[in-house]
C-alpha cells in the first residue's frame, strides 16, 4: 500500500487565496483525521470523519476552514480567505476499523502551507 | 483544552547512551501513545499503550503506562543515530480523538 498521501506537499499563496489541500486514505481504512502542526501549538486534531461523515470539527479554527470527504478515498481541507497565521503543516491521517478506537493513526507526509 | 506536559523539550546526548521522556496530564486517559516524527515526514507509532501499569516494548524501546493513568515515559536504551527525531506522547481521551503533547527533540552526538 502506497500509505497516506497527500498534495501538495508545499504550497505558497498570499493572503486571502483560497487554499485547497487533498488526501487519499489508505484504502480500507474508514477514519480520516486532518491535524495542523506548528512550533506554537504543537499538533492539533481539527476534525474527523468516520465512514465520510464528520464527526467531530470542534478543533477547526474558523469558518474560513471547511472540510469534505465527497467518498471514501479522497478528502480536503480548504481554506477561504487564507491569512499568514494559517501557516502550518497539515497533516492527513487513516485509521482503520478496530474495537479499540482509532490508536492506530497512520499519517501521510504532510503539506507545508506558507500564506505571504 | 486538554493539554499533555512533556519533557524535557529536547535532548542532546552521545551516541550509546540511554534516553528518557515523559509525559504527564492533569487528565485520566484510557490510552497512551508515543510516536516519533523525522524531518518532512508525519509521526508514526512506536508504542500503544491501553492498561495502567503497562510496560511494553519494542527493540531498544521501552514505555509505560502510568498507574494513575496521568502518565507515560517512554525510554531508548544504547540510542544510534537513527533514533534523532521529535518524539510525541499522545494521549486518547475517548473513542476517536488524540491530543499529542509538544514533542521532546532527540539529537544525538556520533
Known amino acids: 500500500d502506497a500509505g497516506v498521501i497527500q498534495s501538495p506537499r508545499h504550497e505558497v499563496t498570499e493572503m486571502g487565496q483560497e487554499v485547497t489541500l487533498r488526501c487519499k486514505p489508505i484504502?480500507?481504512?474508514?477514519?480520516l483525521f486532518w491535524y495542523r502542526q506548528t512550533m506554537m501549538r504543537g499538533l492539533e486534531l481539527l476534525i474527523y470523519?468516520?465512514?465520510?461523515?464528520?464527526?467531530?470539527d470542534s478543533g477547526m479554527p474558523e469558518d474560513r476552514f471547511s472540510a469534505k470527504m465527497p467518498n471514501a478515498s479522497f478528502s480536503t481541507l480548504k481554506i477561504q480567505p487564507s491569512e499568514p497565521r494559517d501557516s502550518a503543516v497539515y497533516f492527513c491521517?487513516?485509521?482503520?476499523?478496530?474495537?479499540?478506537?482509532?490508536?492506530?493513526?497512520?499519517f501521510g507526509p504532510g503539506t507545508r502551507l506558507t500564506v505571504l | 483544552g486538554q493539554q499533555l506536559n512533556q519533557s524535557p523539550q529536547s535532548m542532546f546526548i552521545q551516541e550509546g547512551e540511554d534516553v528518557s521522556m515523559n509525559c504527564t496530564s492533569s487528565?485520566?486517559?484510557?490510552?497512551w501513545l508515543w510516536y516519533k516524527q523525522e524531518p518532512g515526514e508525519g509521526p508514526v507509532l512506536l508504542i500503544a499503550?491501553?492498561?495502567?501499569?503497562e510496560l511494553t516494548s519494542n527493540g531498544r524501546l521501552t514505555a509505560q503506562f502510568g498507574i494513575t493513568r496521568k502518565d507515560s515515559f517512554l525510554n531508548i536504551s544504547a540510542s544510534i543515530p537513527s533514533d534523532v527525531g521529535i518524539y510525541f506522547c499522545?494521549?486518547?481521551?475517548?473513542?476517536?480523538?488524540?491530543?499529542f503533547g509538544q514533542g521532546t527533540r532527540l539529537t544525538i552526538n556520533p
Open positions: 491521517a487513516s485509521s482503520p476499523p478496530t474495537v479499540l478506537g482509532t490508536d492506530t493513526q497512520y
Open positions: 484504502s480500507g481504512h474508514d477514519y
Open positions: 470523519f468516520n465512514n465520510n461523515v464528520p464527526i467531530d
Open positions: 487528565s485520566i486517559f484510557n490510552t
Open positions: 499503550l491501553y492498561k495502567a501499569g
Open positions: 499522545a494521549g486518547r481521551l475517548g473513542a476517536q480523538k488524540l491530543v
